[in-house]
């Protein structure tokens, strides 16, 4: 057997390029998930009886976490797509909220802040290349299920 079938016979997720694309999806998201449980506190204070943002940020926290840790575990297809959406659905509403004044939906406040400031930059940031990130990691998943079979 040569080295190039062996290459090819090697499963996507055990190639160096596929183990770095799942430590830098997991990375982005637990950055994600730091600064939502740092900046939690701070913003339930608007809210201390109700939904509020804080406890918004303590879920989007929790859930990156699990989803990073998904990817690092599995680096499937599926991880890759809940990381997009988990990234992607976070760096969404940054900007969203951002630059647009939504008001507050029912028990969801509003939480339109149009400043940027560090811990909310690097979380944008971390989104967006983790929504990248991992959707390439899904392209990546898809086609080498597709030369494998």
Do not use: C
Not at 39 to 53: C, F, K, R, V
Not at 79 to 105: E, K, N, Q, T, W
């Amino acid at each position: 057997m040569s080295t190039r079938e062996a290459a090819r016979r090697k499963p996507a997720s055990r190639k160096p390029m596929d183990i770095l694309l799942r430590l830098l999806v997991a990375a982005a998201l637990v950055v994600d998930a730091v600064v939502h449980f740092d900046l939690a506190s701070g913003y339930q204070l608007g809210a201390p009886g109700g939904i509020g943002e804080g406890n918004l940020f303590r879920l989007e926290g929790a859930v990156a976490i699990l989803v990073a840790l998904y990817v690092l575990v599995r680096g499937s297809r599926p991880a890759y797509a809940a990381a997009v959406v988990v990234a992607g659905s976070a760096f969404i509403a940054v900007l969203l909220y951002r630059y647009v004044d939504i008001p507050a939906i029912g028990p969801l406040p509003s939480m339109y802040e149009p400043v940027w400031f560090f811990e909310k930059t690097l979380s944008a940031v971390a989104e967006g290349l983790g929504a990248v990130l991992a959707a390439v990691g899904y392209v990546r998943q898809r086609s080498s299920a597709r030369r494998s079979s």
